[in-house]
């Protein structure tokens, strides 16, 4: 069959949203990590801009492979949005006008010294800035090594790049480009600008003072869920639009992009796009948390516990649902601040919504995984805020009490728990009641506050529950 691309586009069918007569559109946005999501999130938001002004095309850059940017060039830049959901749709995004694999650097550093190019942003994971536990950049990290090293000529990490870029704006003379890290990393722009001055300041000091005083990075807050892309994705595309799509990608129809406003232009009028600019992004991320992250850690081991196996699954488990609701809105909400633009009913409701969406295959044993990492602010800040507000938060307290039950039956059954700490929580749990259980967790730090041994009430509350949930006491737990 015929690939999607430029000379393709008017064979598409009628229905299908594409950038058929859009004009040549300019190079003014560098993305490093040009992956599923980046392409279902951010260049969406950049394509919706493109017809009415064309600047702001982006050069996708890949560090460490050549097969995206491959595919991509293949096909023009053209790849197929699937949208994923109760009503489904499929659209054509043409964003990108560059495509640079490991082996272009040269074209890489020109594009960063361009001042044509305003705004770089990076999709690369959590660890792809190189950062220590404390958010600090890792100066032992073999990347950085490599780039702080005399010789380094072609960075191996997003810092060194950025900063390489930025050196050669300053030696110009030239106004710095915005870094913009759309990663979910709390602070995100703060520790990448951190990471910036620290990178700098070993290689030259007046570089960092320079890149300290005059960059600014916007933090950011992104969401909306992505699958991997597979082979019945890409058959439903080419059924769909009549050529072949190497590079489609599939999300649900929820997104949400919250940038910080820093007082500089970041070039695309992404407020315009759907994007919320506010100066208070750590508002946006403390709601996403407790709200979106806290349910879903309560859906997975409620509902893995009452034979659940996606999130859609169990939402169709209309106690367990109508629980995770009232935990929202009773435990959840009423303990977070106030966001300007940021109305929590409407949040909760879209949150719902979302994971009641059958297009969506959301497997709670992968949301189950980490727990002792994850649930100390996912629902142990909840809890946190509730206590010191003289409440008792009863949901809350089940929901970790179905952890507990959760560890306790996969321990006893001899299944492994995927947690940094799995040996660990397995031999805590693997004997003895759930009062015992507990204990044990407290007295280690895994997974529950430590305030916790010092609270009788909230003690039993999640033992009690514990105990119910492995008993199978629904209707006493779900009420």
Same mark, same amino acid.
């Given at each position: 069959?015929?690939? /999607?691309?430029?000379?393709?586009?008017?064979?598409?069918?009628?229905?299908?949203?594409?950038?058929?007569?859009?004009?040549?559109?300019?190079?003014?946005?560098?993305?490093?990590?040009?992956?599923?999501?980046?392409?279902?999130?951010?260049?969406?938001?950049?394509?919706?801009?493109?017809?009415?002004?064309?600047?702001?095309?982006?050069?996708?850059?890949?560090?460490?492979?050549?097969?995206?940017?491959?595919?991509?060039?293949?096909?023009?830049?053209?790849?197929?949005?699937?949208?994923?959901?109760?009503?489904?749709?499929?659209?054509?995004?043409?964003?990108?006008?560059?495509?640079?694999?490991?082996?272009?650097?040269?074209?890489?550093?020109?594009?960063?010294?361009?001042?044509?190019?305003?705004?770089?942003?990076?999709?690369?994971?959590?660890?792809?800035?190189?950062?220590?536990?404390?958010?600090?950049?890792?100066?032992?990290?073999?990347?950085?090594?490599?780039?702080?090293?005399?010789?380094?000529?072609?960075?191996?990490?997003?810092?060194?790049?950025?900063?390489?870029?930025?050196?050669?704006?300053?030696?110009?003379?030239?106004?710095?480009?915005?870094?913009?890290?759309?990663?979910?990393?709390?602070?995100?722009?703060?520790?990448?600008?951190?990471?910036?001055?620290?990178?700098?300041?070993?290689?030259?000091?007046?570089?960092?003072?320079?890149?300290?005083?005059?960059?600014?990075?916007?933090?950011?807050?992104?969401?909306?869920?992505?699958?991997?892309?597979?082979?019945?994705?890409?058959?439903?595309?080419?059924?769909?639009?009549?050529?072949?799509?190497?590079?489609?990608?599939?999300?649900?129809?929820?997104?949400?992009?919250?940038?910080?406003?820093?007082?500089?232009?970041?070039?695309?009028?992404?407020?315009?796009?759907?994007?919320?600019?506010?100066?208070?992004?750590?508002?946006?991320?403390?709601?996403?948390?407790?709200?979106?992250?806290?349910?879903?850690?309560?859906?997975?081991?409620?509902?893995?516990?009452?034979?659940?196996?996606?999130?859609?699954?169990?939402?169709?488990?209309?106690?367990?649902?109508?629980?995770?609701?009232?935990?929202?809105?009773?435990?959840?909400?009423?303990?977070?601040?106030?966001?300007?633009?940021?109305?929590?009913?409407?949040?909760?409701?879209?949150?719902?919504?979302?994971?009641?969406?059958?297009?969506?295959?959301?497997?709670?044993?992968?949301?189950?995984?980490?727990?002792?990492?994850?649930?100390?602010?996912?629902?142990?800040?909840?809890?946190?805020?509730?206590?010191?507000?003289?409440?008792?938060?009863?949901?809350?307290?089940?929901?970790?009490?179905?952890?507990?039950?959760? /560890?306790?039956?996969?321990?006893?059954?001899?299944?492994?728990?995927?947690?940094?700490?799995?040996?660990?929580?397995?031999?805590?749990?693997?004997?003895?009641?759930?009062?015992?259980?507990?204990?044990?967790?407290?007295?280690?730090?895994?997974?529950?506050?430590?305030?916790?041994?010092?609270?009788?009430?909230?003690?039993?509350?999640?033992?009690?529950?514990?105990?119910?949930?492995?008993?199978?006491?629904?209707?006493?737990?779900?009420?």
């Amino acid at each position: 069959m015929t690939r /999607l691309s430029r000379a393709t586009l008017s064979t598409l069918p009628g229905e299908i949203a594409a950038p058929r007569s859009r004009p040549p559109i300019g190079t003014s946005i560098v993305h490093f990590g040009p992956g599923a999501f980046h392409r279902a999130h951010q260049a969406a938001y950049i394509d919706t801009l493109l017809d009415a002004d064309p600047r702001w095309g982006i050069a996708a850059v890949s560090m460490r492979s050549r097969g995206t940017v491959a595919a991509l060039a293949d096909q023009d830049g053209l790849y197929t949005l699937a949208i994923r959901d109760t009503q489904p749709a499929m659209r054509v995004i043409g964003a990108h006008t560059r495509f640079l694999a490991p082996d272009a650097a040269a074209e890489t550093l020109a594009l960063l010294a361009d001042p044509a190019v305003t705004l770089v942003t990076t999709t690369v994971t959590e660890k792809g800035y190189c950062l220590s536990a404390d958010g600090a950049l890792d100066r032992d990290h073999p990347d950085i090594v490599h780039d702080l090293a005399d010789g380094g000529a072609v960075p191996r990490s997003v810092v060194g790049w950025i900063v390489a870029g930025l050196a050669a704006r300053r030696a110009a003379s030239a106004a710095p480009f915005v870094p913009m890290p759309c990663d979910n990393l709390a602070s995100n722009g703060a520790k990448l600008h951190a990471a910036l001055v620290a990178f700098a300041g070993g290689r030259d000091p007046a570089l960092a003072d320079w890149i300290a005083g005059e960059v600014r990075v916007p933090s950011t807050m992104v969401d909306s869920i992505t699958p991997a892309a597979d082979d019945a994705l890409y058959a439903a595309v080419a059924e769909a639009i009549g050529v072949e799509d190497h590079a489609a990608v599939q999300r649900e129809a929820f997104a949400q992009w919250v940038i910080e406003d820093v007082g500089v232009p970041l070039g695309p009028d992404l407020a315009a796009a759907g994007a919320t600019l506010t100066s208070d992004v750590a508002g946006y991320e403390k709601a996403k948390l407790r709200i979106l992250n806290g349910a879903h850690s309560t859906l997975a081991y409620l509902g893995l516990l009452r034979g659940h196996a996606s999130v859609a699954e169990a939402m169709q488990d209309g106690p367990l649902a109508h629980f995770v609701d009232a935990m929202i809105r009773e435990d959840i909400t009423p303990q977070l601040p106030a966001v300007p633009g940021l109305d929590l009913d409407a949040y909760r409701a879209a949150v719902l919504a979302r994971f009641r969406n059958t297009a969506i295959v959301h497997r709670l044993d992968q949301i189950a995984i980490d727990g002792s990492q994850k649930l100390p602010y996912r629902l142990g800040d909840t809890l946190a805020a509730n206590r010191a507000a003289g409440r008792l938060p009863h949901r809350v307290a089940i929901a970790l009490g179905g952890w507990v039950a959760f /560890l306790m039956m996969r321990s006893r059954q001899g299944v492994s728990i995927a947690d940094p700490h799995g040996s660990a929580l397995a031999a805590a749990a693997a004997d003895g009641d759930a009062r015992t259980v507990v204990r044990r967790l407290v007295e280690a730090g895994l997974g529950l506050p430590p305030t916790i041994a010092g609270d009788d009430a909230l003690q039993r509350a999640i033992t009690a529950s514990a105990e119910a949930a492995g008993a199978g006491r629904w209707d006493e737990l779900l009420r």
